[in-house]
């Protein structure tokens, strides 16, 4: 029987081509999910380093030239039409002539294991989690997840050995120790791992959702036009939106909102302290935490406040959809 080893390659939701990285410092020891490039007759073995919707990053023996068609044949069967986006010595990145769905690739790799020993490979993903960390709570970004921990970006560094919760949007709170971090980069393990029963389910939400781009801070105001007053005052308005607890979500009526809570009325039952992640009209989440019920109505409080700009971008959304096209 052919021992089974954690393969190192990489499955990303992004639907781009993998651009040339640097080589990891683990590279020379890493596995990497076997392949072959087809080109006419000749059928050449590869490593499969990372693939995305739009392409791969293969480790090939033989340079292959920009702008070379070939096919790349996966182990499970696929064969995948090509183009040869860029090249660095024996490292290429394939760009596919149309975009794959990765999640059903990595699903029949977990149904050729044996049933008892499944384990899913890194699965490159950003999206917004909530960190805590001596006794803050930070919002961050994830880069990467497996069923053993998840690589993220934080606002301030980490050490190693810390115990930390983390809960990306969609997930349930994780338990985990910080295992590694470089500046503000850091890989935690889970304690304890999560099953890939758990994790699939959440990939297929993740995947075609937009990167969280909103974490970044919005471009300064032109100057020539006045800042509305909108960071401290509360405002009044009947919002539709949702709402995120884990992997359920429902409906929701925003009554007012400022840059630092968000009242709402639901018949959902949910308690104070409770974790939600609020998706607003051109916002794809932010968390905030129940603070006060009133019947059906519930206070919560972000855990970080929104930028004025950003409350400003959802109220002109909300104001341009009353209006409707023909106001």
Known sequence: MRKQVLLDTVYSLSGDVPPVEGAGEADAGAAFQPGALVVGSIRQVCQIRKISSGGAVLHVDVPVEEGRRLELELETGEHLDGIVA?????????????PIDVLPILARNLVSQPGERRRMP????????LLEAQGTTQLVTTRDIAQGGI???????LTADQKVTITPEGLRPIE???????????????????????????????RGAPPPHFLAAPPAPDASDPAPSVQEGSVQLNLSARVREGTRRWAIDVATLTTRSVEFESYAPIRIGTLLWIVLPGLEGWPAR??????????????????????????????????????
């Open 86 to 98: 860029w090249s660095r010595d024996f490292e290429v990145g394939l760009r596919f002539n149309t």
């Open 176 to 206: 985990g120790v910080v295992r590694w971090a470089r500046d503000c980069v850091a890989g935690i393990a889970f304690q304890p791992e999560l099953s890939w029963q758990e994790l699939m389910p959440w990939l297929r939400d993740r």
């Open 151 to 157: 690589k993220i970006d934080t606002p301030f560094p």
């Open 122 to 129: 890194r699965v490159e993903v950003f999206c917004p989690a």
């Open 290 to 327: 129940i603070t006060g019920i009133d019947g059906y109505r519930f206070t919560c409080e972000f855990t970080q406040p929104l930028h004025p700009a950003v409350l400003e971008r959802v109220l002109a959304g909300a104001r341009d959809e009353d209006q409707g096209p023909n106001s």
